[in-house]
C-alpha cells in the first residue's frame, strides 16, 4: 500500500503533493515502483495534529482520486484514508474502493454503513484518543488484550452494519497512542491478532518516531529501519504493508514472502 497523503502537515511528506497534478504524477510513480493500492489521506493523523473539516478533507481529496482512480490512472485500486463517512462516501463515488479508517469504525457512526452500502472493505484500525492527543496516554493494563478489545468492538460495528466478513481487515495501529517498547511487542505478536480475528493482517511502521528513536535518525533517514519492520513484520505475520518508499519495500516484502513461503 503506498501512500500518497494530500495535506500540508503530514509528518514525512506533508506540503509535497498538495497540487493535484503533483499528487497525479507521484501516484504513477509509485505504481511503477510496485504498490497494489494507493492509500490518499487528506488529513494529518501525527501526533499532536489539529483535525480539519469535512470539507477541507474533501476538497483536498476528491481531485486526486478522480484524477488517479480507473482508467484515468495508474490502473492501481484506490483505498480512502479517512475517520469521516461524508469523506469516504464522496471518495467512493469519485473511485476508491476500500476504507482505511484510523479509528477502527469508533469516531463517525456512519462509517461501517457507508462501507456496507457501497459493499468495500475496510480496514478496522486501533487508536488511543486521537491524534491530538494519543500520546498523551500510553498506558495499558494489557497491551495487546486492549488493542484487541477495540478492533473488536469495530469488527462487530461493521458486522452489524452488514460489511461481509470477507471485506474486513485489521491494523493495530503502530504509533497511534503507543510507546517505543509498546510498538515493538505489537510488531513482536502480529499472529496473535491473525490468531485472534482471522482476518488480514496490515503494518503501517513506514518512516515512524520509533523507528526514528531507535537509531536516532530524522525521518528522510528511516529507509532502513522501515525496511526491517517491514520484514520482520511480515515474518510474523502481515498480510499488508503500507509505506512511503514503495521501490524499496517492494523489494523487501517479495525477499521476506519468499523467505515465509508467502510465494509458494
Known amino acids: 500500500m503506498g501512500i500518497l497523503n494530500v495535506t500540508p502537515d503530514s509528518f514525512s511528506d506533508g506540503g509535497r503533493f498538495i497540487e493535484c497534478s503533483d499528487a497525479a504524477r507521484h501516484a504513477g510513480l509509485l505504481a511503477r515502483q510496485g504498490a497494489d493500492i494507493l492509500d490518499i489521506g487528506g488529513e494529518s493523523t501525527r501526533p499532536g495534529s489539529d483535525p480539519v473539516s ?17 482508467d484515468k490512472g495508474p490502473g492501481l485500486p484506490v483505498s480512502i484514508d479517512t475517520t469521516k463517512a461524508v469523506v469516504a462516501e ?21 462509517m461501517a454503513r457507508v462501507a456496507a452500502y457501497n459493499g468495500v472493505p475496510v480496514i478496522v484500525m486501533h487508536i488511543r484518543g486521537n491524534p491530538k492527543t494519543m500520546q498523551q496516554s500510553t ?9 484487541k478489545e477495540y ?36 510488531i513482536r505478536n502480529l499472529e496473535s491478532f491473525k490468531k485472534t480475528f482471522g482476518q488480514p493482517v496490515v503494518l503501517g511502521t513506514s518512516r515512524k518516531a520509533f523507528i526514528g528513536k531507535i537509531l536516532d ?6 529507509v532502513e529501519g522501515t525496511a526491517a519492520s517491514v520484514a520482520i513484520g511480515i515474518a510474523n505475520g502481515a498480510d499488508m504493508v503500507r509505506v512511503h518508499d514503495v521501490q524499496a519495500m517492494a523489494r523487501v516484502a517479495g525477499v521476506a514472502d519468499a523467505i515465509v513461503g508467502k510465494n509458494n
Do not use: C, M, W
Open 217 to 222: 535518525l530524522p525521518v528522510n533517514e528511516r
Open 139 to 147: 498506558r495499558y493494563d494489557s497491551l495487546l488484550g486492549e488493542i
Open 151 to 186: 478492533i473488536a468492538e469495530g469488527i462487530e460495528t461493521a458486522l452489524s452494519a452488514g460489511v461481509d466478513e470477507s471485506h474486513i481487515l485489521i491494523d493495530p495501529g503502530i504509533g497511534f497512542g503507543k510507546t517505543l517498547k509498546q510498538n515493538l511487542e505489537i
Open 54 to 70: 469535512a470539507d477541507e478533507e474533501i476538497s483536498r481529496v476528491i481531485p486526486v482520486i478522480e484524477a488517479v482512480a480507473g
Open 90 to 110: 464522496a471518495a467512493i463515488q469519485a473511485g476508491a474502493s476500500l476504507i482505511n479508517d484510523i479509528s477502527g469504525l469508533h469516531f463517525d457512526p456512519d
